[in-house]
Structures are given as structure tokens and as C-alpha cells.
């Protein structure tokens, strides 16, 4: 019986033989080119390129999946499982041609063959891991590659656009790091050479040092460089995922991280600092419980202040959502990693990234309607009532008037409803969310808000929230 895998495998077997009858019938298509549009311009190298990226994408991302989910073909397999199962048994499926480079220490051809098949999408992270323990000498053939690059770093993809190679030797010396290869006395000595020359080029550029810092780690060189220098790397490449990992790698010493945590809080990069503390086995020195739950208190306070400071503008309201959306998705994500739901049920952190991102929605909905429709809707409502002087709010009316805009967010005024920054409305538009939608049927239409001279902001007479005498 045919599995899913192999269902897929055949498919993707058959992409060349596919791709070749799309041809013949773009062949056939170009005869007839007279009696095409102008504007069709299409050639064949371009849609053949948009293929092949596409068959490199599928490719990438089948081994990743094969990776991931062993398949168990049949019961035979099963009855002869042994508990002490060979760790070979859960390697991904590793790429003939790439067996083959790695089995003939061809780094530079590893580098090339790397290059050619990079899929952000479906990284290829395990597969190498596997496929460079099928060389002799899996240090040497790094270096191989590492010294080969030297000369280029921004080789073309099989996409034709532009690659920096120091990303396939981040790969490959990450894979290094994993399989704890062993090192031989001269392979160490053209690390060292090389990671002294890497060290001039650094600077003040992080991608440079994550390189420098990889080579250190992979080929364990951490003693040849004085801890405080190599500290301050780390420091620099703080933002990458790979950050902790080589900290751990070229053992820095309890104090020397203890040290560079307290960096990071007061620089401002609590998250980093956090994200050391679990990783780098730091919980005991320092409380990321605290500094969690300070940092997603202040998120808000930042958010707030930058509307502030610009006066509460349209693009300063976006910019404070973004903002605070960004610090709290980052603490999401540690607090799932390392478990602490349980530490965080009463800042509810989740529901705040919602309702942030829904306000934004909201308000850009509210923006898109055209000032022909704004002003339709605003002289039927004039017409509603004759007795009271009504004029509509703008946005530089609301902003003339900050401290009405400047009430706690779970408050409201007069039965409107609030935005997360205590604002009338998403957009300063005058429009406010009907209090009433949600209760009877389908949401009503947002209604429009007005300015009197004896009540202030109110809704359009003949609208009253049911909580109000009338």
C-alpha cells in the first residue's frame, strides 16, 4: 500500500518531466505570438526560474518533514524494534548528492551545494547536522569551506538574487557544535589563525561577531581570548537565537554571564536578559519572574508615552501598538518556552496583544472611508436635530482637548468606549463603537460624534445607550 511520503516523493520526482511538457506548450504558445496582447512579455527562463524555486522549496521542505515525522512502513519493522535503537535510525534522510560531498570532505562544494538549495521557510538546520557526520573529518571540511568563502561573500542562489555565504557557515558550524566533533591538534591551529583574522574585521557589526564567535565555539578556542573581549561579543549578538548556545559553548564562567545579564537589563534588553538567565542556568542570580512582569508593565507605559510625546497623532497611536504588540509577542514567547503560564494568569498577556491588534484594525477600517461618504453621513445627522448646535469632531478638534483623551483605558466616558491608550476613538475620526453592537443582531453601523456647547463630546441626539434616562 502506498504511503503518503511516497505519494509525495513520486510527485516531486515528476516535477521535471512536468516542467518539461509546460514548455513544449510555451514553445507552441511563442509561435502564435502575434496574436498575443502586447503587454504579454513573459519569457521562458523566467518562468523556468520561478519553477525551479519552487521545486527547491517543496524539496527543502519534504526531507524537513521526513525529518520530523519517521515513517513507519510496515509490522515487520515494528516486531524487531529494539529499545536501544541506533541513533542513526532518527536522522532526517540526507540527499545523496549531499552524502556524497560531505564522504569526499568537499567543503567548498558543500558550501555551493548549500547555497543552491536555502529555504528560509524549511531550514535545513538537522539535514546538515546529519549529512556532515558522513565525512572523515567534519572539522576539517568546515574549515575547508570557511577558508573558501573568504573571497565571497555574496555568491548568487539558484534564484539569481544575491547570498551572503556566512550564513551557510553559521549552518555548518552550528552543525559542528551539535555532533561535538572532535578537533585535531593542527585543524585547532588554522581555526585559531583564522579566528584571529575574523576578529579585525568585526567592529561594531553583529554578523561579523555571531561568525567570529561560531569559529570560537565550534573549534573550542574560547581560552585563546581574553573572557571580557569575548563577552562583549556576545553582548553585541545578543539578539540572535544562536546567542546563548555559543555563550554556553566557549564557557564564559558563571560571573563573566552574570555580568553581561546585568548589561543587558541596563541597556534596556530585558528579554535577552531573561532568555540568559533560563538558558545559560543563571535562575538562581537573578528573578525572571519579576523582570518579566516589569517588562510588560512598562511596555505599556513606552506605548503611552509615544503618543505623548507626538501629541497623540494617528501615526503615533500605530507606532505605540506596534511597539507594545512587539515587547509583549517577545514575552509570549518566553513564557511558553520555559512554562510560566501559571506565573502570568493575572496579566492575561495574550488578551492584551488581541485587543491591541484589534483596536489597530478598527481604526484603519475607520480611516479607509472616503471624505465624500463622511460628509453624507455627518448632514443626515445634522438633520436629526435642530435644537442643539452640532459640529463634528476632527482630529485636531480631539487633539486640542488632550486631557479628555487622557482617561485610564478601562474607564468610559458617557457610555463610549475606549481605545487601549484612553482615547475617544481608534482614529480620531469622530467615530466611536456602537455600544450596542453584539446585543441586538449584527454589530450596528459605528456611529458619528459631536461637540455641544453645554455637554461637550456626545452621541447624536436620538441615540442613547439603554443604561440612560431618555
Avoid at 555571531?210 to 539578539?239: N, R
Avoid at 540572535?240 to 541597556?267: F, H, M, P, W
Amino acid at each position: 500500500m502506498t504511503t503518503a511520503t511516497e505519494t509525495i516523493s513520486a510527485a516531486i520526482n515528476q516535477i521535471d518531466e512536468k516542467k518539461e511538457q509546460l514548455k513544449k506548450a510555451f514553445d507552441d504558445l511563442q509561435a502564435h505570438r502575434s496574436l498575443l496582447s502586447p503587454s504579454f512579455s513573459l519569457s521562458w527562463s523566467e518562468i523556468d526560474s520561478h519553477f525551479s524555486s519552487l521545486q527547491s522549496s517543496l524539496s527543502n521542505r519534504f526531507r524537513l518533514l521526513q525529518s520530523a515525522s519517521p515513517v513507519k512502513d510496515d509490522s515487520s519493522r515494528l516486531e524487531t524494534s529494539d529499545p536501544e535503537t541506533s541513533p542513526e535510525d532518527h536522522q532526517p534522510v540526507v540527499e545523496p548528492e549531499l552524502r556524497t560531498l560531505c564522504e569526499n570532505n568537499d567543503g567548498i562544494g558543500l558550501t555551493k551545494y548549500l547555497i543552491r538549495r536555502w529555504d528560509d521557510d524549511a531550514p535545513m538546520n538537522l539535514e546538515a547536522s546529519a549529512a556532515i557526520r558522513y565525512s572523515p573529518n567534519p572539522a576539517s571540511m568546515v574549515l575547508d569551506a570557511i577558508e573558501g568563502s573568504k573571497q565571497n561573500h555574496t555568491p548568487s542562489s539558484s534564484s539569481g538574487k544575491p547570498f551572503d555565504v556566512r550564513r551557510v557557515l553559521v549552518l555548518l558550524m552550528e552543525a559542528l557544535i551539535e555532533i561535538n566533533a572532535s578537533i585535531t591538534v593542527d585543524t585547532r591551529k588554522r581555526a585559531k589563525k583564522l579566528a584571529y583574522d575574523l576578529k579585525t574585521k568585526i567592529g561594531s557589526k553583529p554578523f561579523e561577531a555571531l561568525v567570529f564567535l561560531h569559529l570560537v565555539a565550534a573549534f573550542e578556542l574560547g581560552s585563546e581570548f581574553d573572557s571580557e573581549v569575548l563577552s562583549d561579543y556576545v553582548f553585541m549578538i545578543a539578539k540572535y537565537k544562536q546567542a546563548t548556545t555559543v555563550c554556553n559553548k566557549i564557557d564564559l564562567g558563571s560571573e563573566r554571564v552574570g555580568l553581561l545579564i546585568k548589561k543587558l537589563l541596563d541597556s534596556g534588553k530585558p528579554i535577552f536578559a531573561v532568555r540568559f538567565m533560563y538558558e545559560c542556568g543563571m535562575t538562581d542570580e537573578f528573578e525572571p519572574i519579576t523582570v518579566l512582569k516589569a517588562h510588560i508593565k512598562d511596555s505599556r507605559e513606552a506605548a503611552r508615552k509615544v503618543c505623548k510625546e507626538d501629541n497623540y497623532s494617528l501615526k503615533s497611536q500605530n507606532e505605540a501598538i506596534d511597539k507594545e504588540v512587539s515587547a509583549l509577542k517577545s514575552a509570549i514567547k518566553i513564557i511558553k518556552d520555559q512554562n510560566l503560564e501559571s506565573e502570568f494568569t493575572q496579566e492575561k498577556v495574550e488578551e492584551r496583544v488581541e485587543e491591541l491588534e484589534k483596536c489597530k484594525a478598527l481604526r484603519k477600517r475607520n480611516t479607509t472611508n472616503t471624505p465624500q461618504k463622511e460628509s453624507q453621513q455627518k448632514g443626515k445627522k445634522r438633520d436629526r436635530d435642530c435644537n442643539v448646535t452640532q459640529v463634528p469632531v476632527t482630529s485636531q478638534q480631539l487633539l486640542s482637548r488632550p486631557e479628555a483623551l487622557l482617561m485610564p483605558p478601562e474607564h468610559s466616558h458617557r457610555g463610549l468606549q475606549l481605545n487601549s491608550y484612553g482615547l475617544m476613538t481608534p482614529a480620531f475620526t469622530g467615530v466611536v463603537v456602537n455600544p450596542l453592537a453584539g446585543h441586538f443582531g449584527s454589530a450596528a453601523t459605528p456611529q458619528s460624534l459631536y461637540y455641544t456647547q453645554q455637554t461637550g463630546f456626545v452621541l447624536p441626539p436620538g441615540y442613547h445607550p439603554p443604561y440612560y434616562s431618555q
